[in-house]
């Protein structure tokens, strides 16, 4: 798995692999590359994970093939950019990656836009997190809402001073 920042948070690169396991993806650290611009962050988390990490531009195709983009079975692009997360997974898809996953949050890539870019670009998956975070609220008051309903589960309200 290649993993593209671009001169991002270290958080970023640091939780990627938390990420892949959010969606169900099985990511050994041994097998993930770093790519960066900032050689700081590609220290810090080569430290703190001992992967293998590459100087340089998501969007430098030099740099996705030294990465081995065109073996990856996976590649992610988590850049703050949108557009620069879709450019490099589109180049990374083009030299051979098996998968590639663009984080996208704006949501003005709506479900239908999305969906062509994604056909269009060879995307396999984009996450937006913002948006996967709000779902399982949603979800979470749901289930809630569906114990009480069966009765396995009783609100009591009470007013400021803990009276009923």
């Known amino acids: 798995m290649v993993v593209l920042n671009h001169q991002a948070h270290v958080g ?5 692999v938390d990420e892949m396991h959010i ?3 099985d990511v050994s650290v041994d097998d993930v590359v770093a790519v960066d611009i900032n050689n ?3 220290t810090t ?3 703190l994970y001992d992967v293998m990490c590459v100087c340089g531009s998501a969007t430098d195709c030099d740099v996705l093939r030294e990465a081995g983009c065109a073996t990856a ?6 850049t703050e950019s949108d557009e620069l997360n879709m450019l490099s997974c589109f180049l990374a898809s083009k030299l051979g990656a098996d998968h590639t996953i663009a984080r996208i949050r704006n949501p003005e890539y709506n ?5 062509f870019i994604r056909q269009q670009l060879g995307l396999t998956v ?3 997190p913002e948006w996967m975070a709000a779902q399982e609220i949603f979800n979470i008051f749901v289930r809630g809402f569906e114990l009480i309903r069966a009765g396995l589960v009783h609100i009591r309200v009470s007013d400021m001073h803990g009276k009923v």
Do not use: C
């Open 23 to 25: 969606l169900r993806l």
């Open 111 to 115: 479900d239908k836009s999305l969906t």
């Open 40 to 42: 700081d962050t590609l």
């Open 73 to 78: 079975d996976i590649v992610v692009s988590i």
């Open 45 to 47: 988390v080569g430290n």
């Open 12 to 16: 970023d690169l640091r939780h990627a």
């Open 126 to 128: 984009s996450v937006n």
